[in-house]
């Protein structure tokens, strides 16, 4: 259709047909074409399997049978279950303790990289290699440390005529250690951002404090902070979303590889996402485990909503 | 001035020691690949094995399906990867110059799915791979990144954006269609972009846990990270050589990492920007 159209127009005109027109069709086709594969992504991969899973979060669904409507048996069966609640208040501690300990060491990092040293880029780069490590690699790494028979740390409490700790197996130290292994693994990430948030504090601001009197920490206080307060934003509202989903750290450091021993001991470190994962994965259950998940969102997106809230009171924008 | 040095050296002091705090469990570990489960199992622990075991190395090679865990690996991680480069720059490529219907809805959409936490999708996926009869094998793991992932699709929509709009101008003067136009004059002006998607995109499909953890069953289906988990069972008495399992499958990413570092760390610096 278009194209007589076109084919009219040139007749008549004697000329090339207006090319704006006949480019912004074929520009719409080609743009339409090329956007396809992420409609269907969002098709196929998001838009149905969302409407999915809130249908199931209120069914009771094992793969085998149809889903069952169930209205809100599952949310109820959730308030009821001991081990839910454990996971959620795990997960909570474990973000709590993580987020605000990562962000605060990351920038000290960062703060004391910045100031011109040399070898820079040595420092950076050892910092990132437990980034760019699989929580499989850590595990072996945390193991030559914390492993309760062999590991270094025992021994080295043994020598000091202290106690050896039974670690990531004692119910009490598990939750810390895991933080401690995971600001570990993470801090070198975060510095990183942070490292290209500061390089844009212009330095004329801090000459001008030195003019005045101020010392380093007054500096760091009252020019750092607040200037870099909105890469802090940031990496507190991505961390607390990814700490909130963790699960192949707890996955691989408590279990080992072994699903059902993972979250232990006791529990202890059991968080929603090694629940979700054994309900449906594990059991069948894709109803409840959908309903947690649903749950997961929920929390997440309140916090989130809770953090964009209180950011304007200290979040400085130019 | 002399208050400026005190602090540049406790700078230095601070950052040596979290970089030691970084770099010495690693060479722990490297001296425990190198034990025997004697020497590895010793109390108290020994730093320097007596005599470095290199073949422990060799038997990680020989034993089990380990060379199968590193040809999964690979072929989950080069798949993904190919699939990223070409589906996010076609879209973002969309995105950033083209004019056509719904434009703004779509691209709102896009960031919308990156707001989705994965954890709400992930049942649904895998009753969507269960009907498709691709349970248990690689297929799950790779072919989500051929459709274009909101991440890639944003970092090359970033890139296009910041070309000047004469060079497409010229193109189409000489009757490129707009796909000519990103694949010869666009795409090769964007390499860095590529660069860094790639590493992204190897990276996190290299290291990856839990999605293999959902879709695969069978033992020679594992990819690194977890088929060195399962060898805990058939090697028991032989961990020291799970130790070498793990630095192997580090090695990739290692040389990568020391190769093209800036990428890396652009990367993530670029998150932190936006």
Redo the contacts between chains.
Sequence with gaps: MEQTIERTGRAENGVRPVPKRR??S??????????S??????V???A???A??LY?GFSDYD?LNPPKWTGLDNFARMGSDPLFWKALRNTLLFTVLFVPLQTLLAL??A???N?K?RGL??????????V??????I???????FNP????AN?LL??LGLDAQRWLQDEKLAIPLLVVIAV?KGI??IM??????LQ?VPGDLYEAAEIDGA??YRKFRSITLPMISP?TF??VV?ST?TT??A??QI??LTG????SQAGGPNNSTMVL?LD??RE??TYLR?GY??AI??V??MI?FALTMLQLRVQKKWVHYE | MK?KRW??A???L???V??L???V??A??L??SLKTYKE??????KWIPASLQWSNYAKVLELGHFGQYTFNSFFVALLSVAGAVI?CS??G???AR????F?NA?FV??LG?MM?????????????F?KLHLLDTLTPLWV?E????PFG?FLMRQAFMNIPKEYEESA?MEGC???QV?VRIFMPMVKPTVATLVIFTF?GK??E??AP??YLTSNEKFT???G???L?GQWVGNEQL??AA??I??LP??AL??FA?KY??QN???????
């Design positions: 480019r912004d074929s520009e719409s086709r080609w743009g339409l074409i090329m956007v594969p992420y409609l269907i992504h969002f196929v991969f998001v149905g399997p969302l999915a899973s199931f793969m000290l990092l703060v004391a990289l100031q040293l880029k040595w420092f950076r780069m050892a910092h990132f290699i437990p760019i490590s699989s929580w499989t690699v595990l072996y790494v945390a193991d030559a440390i028979r062999f590991g270094a021994a043994t020598r570990w070198g990430y990183v951002i942070y490292l290209a948030g844009s010392g380093a890469t940031l990496v991505m979303i909130f989903q699960f192949e996955y691989v080992r590889g072994d699903m996402m979700l994962y449906g994965f894709m485990a959908s998940a649903w997961l969102f997440l | 208050h602090s540049r406790i700078a230095y601070a950052i040596t979290s970089a705090v970084m770099l469990p690693f722990a570990t001296m425990n590895y199992t010793a109390v108290p622990p589906s076609m879209v490529y969309a995105f083209l004019r056509f219907p434009k779509l959409m896009v799915t989705i936490p994965p954890v709400v999708i992930i049942i649904p996926h895998f009753i969507i269960n989500i051929w459709l274009a992932q699709i189409k269609n707009p796909f990103y990276m290299w290291n846990i839990l953890v959902i690194l990270p977890i060195i988990l399962s805990g799970m130790v793990a630095l499958s580090l990413i290692l990492f020391l570092e890396f760390v993530h610096a670029n998150s932190g920007i936006k």
